[in-house]
């Protein structure tokens, strides 16, 4: 049975606790980071060759040309046209809603104009290519394809190039029907460090992008953090994470459960119920014992339930606030009975579910809302994925006469107070003396 950590905020250790229990060290060890050092450096110089070699070395593939890596379009559409009818349905609903969200997140450009002419504004425009990696073989990840490749879309991208393993030459057709869906442009069977390589640095097949989303295993995080600067990248992202706060009148089953739905993704995933009510707490703890044993990936969960999970009684709703902030998980459900009440408490969570009937798993593949989400209590300064991480800003500035003789004078103070005479005599030049 698991062996789940409690925690009370009467005690005086309380915050030490929470603090050496949410701790995360993300950082790839020395070894992973001189592997991925290694075959950045060989993709970028060698190109296809290096990774037609590293393909081959690790996924088993095969291929007599960096061309035949490819997936063409057709193949895309054809495992589209293929799915279950209920899984086409369902795959073309859950984009339906995430284009919809996405589609309010869009920034346009704007502009005003002064009282002596100036005008001053923002030009948004998206980037020119951003690549996708999405883990393959076995695993089905489709939901990650819509979310990471529809608000790019959204953006005005014009193309999303989306790389995925192909371990032995095995598919996943949920994930290429996903591809097909979201508009994706291009596909690779490539994946790996090798694959961001590709991305960040281009070969001959395969297309530079300016951005690189989307998540993988510890040499993919460590590959990302080694390109970024060349590209942008959307985060590295820890394990995933939730918090539920409850009232103590939720049924204990759903309670159980959503903590599983995070807990079965991996062995380091962190499940953390808060409640002020010691008896639902140990009402909950009864039945994730009783409803272990039936879970098909109990062994992953277990681990997670006595490594990284807590049960925390908290005295107060503002003290509940007050671990939840400090946490600032990757998921929030606000089980409670008004949950619009204990909503202004929260400043910082990736995504927030609110009220009994609304679990984090709906979050995770339909409601709209996107999952890719700040980990590791970065939500405290990051947001999740969305359309503007695919939108560039500049600014626009455009002097009348007037504005450039009222503004080069204020400018040549500055500049002359810097001691950086080139900037004064520029905006001085265009001062008007009529």
Not at 96 to 112: D, L, N, P, V
Not at 122 to 127: A, E, S
Not at 365 to 371: R, S, V
Request: with cysteine; aromatic share 6%; glycine share 6%.
């Amino acid at each position: 049975m698991p062996d789940i950590q409690r925690l009370t905020t009467a005690d005086a250790d309380f915050w030490p606790r929470l603090e050496a229990l949410t701790a995360w060290e993300g950082v790839a060890d020395e070894v992973v980071t001189a592997t991925v050092r290694e075959i950045l450096m060989e993709v970028r110089q060698r190109g296809d060759d290096a990774l037609l070699e590293y393909t081959y070395r690790f996924d088993r593939l095969d291929a007599a040309c960096a061309g035949d890596l490819e997936i063409p379009a057709d193949r895309l559409q054809a495992a589209l046209a293929a799915l279950p009818a209920a899984q086409h349905v369902a795959l073309v609903t859950a984009a339906a809603r995430i284009r919809a969200y996405a589609e309010r997140q869009r920034q346009e450009s704007w502009t005003f104009t002064e009282a002596d002419g100036t005008v001053l504004g923002q030009q948004v425009t998206p980037l020119d290519r951003v690549g996708l990696y999405v883990p393959g073989g076995k695993a089905a990840y489709p939901s990650s394809v819509l979310m990471n490749a529809i608000p790019a879309k959204v953006a005005g991208v014009p193309e999303v190039v989306m790389v995925v393993p192909a371990p032995a030459g095995e598919l996943n057709e949920l994930v290429l029907a996903a591809a097909a869906v979201a508009d994706v442009d291009r596909v690779f069977t490539i994946g790996g460090a090798q694959a961001i390589a590709a991305l960040a640095y281009g070969t001959s097949t395969v297309p530079r992008v300016d951005k690189i989303v989307g998540p993988g295993n510890v040499y993919v995080a460590a590959a990302k953090r080694q390109v970024f600067g060349t590209v942008g990248i959307d985060m590295i992202a820890g394990p995933s994470e939730i918090l539920v706060v409850c009232d103590g009148l939720t049924n204990p089953d759903w309670i159980a459960m959503d903590l599983f739905s995070q807990a079965e993704h991996d062995e380091d995933a962190q499940p953390i119920l808060i409640s002020p009510d010691a008896a639902f707490l140990e009402r909950v703890l009864a039945r994730i014992k009783q409803l272990l044993p039936g879970m098909e990936r109990q062994d992953i969960i277990k681990a997670s339930l006595n490594q990284r999970a807590a049960l925390i009684q908290v005295r107060d709703w503002d003290e509940a606030a007050q671990v939840v902030n400090f946490i600032a998980p990757e998921h929030l459900e606000l089980s409670v009975e008004q949950p619009e009440e204990f909503l202004p408490l929260i400043r910082h969570a990736g995504a927030i579910f609110m009220g009994r009937h609304t679990p984090e798993a709906l979050g995770d593949y339909c409601a709209g809302p996107n999952h890719v989400l700040p980990t590791s209590r970065t939500a405290r300064f990051s947001s999740p994925l969305g359309v503007y991480d695919f939108q560039k800003r500049s600014s626009v500035i455009y002097c009348s006469p007037a504005g450039a003789t009222t503004l080069g004078r204020t400018a040549s103070i500055l500049a002359r107070g810097e001691g950086l005479t080139a900037h004064a005599r520029s905006a001085e030049l265009r001062i008007s003396t009529d």
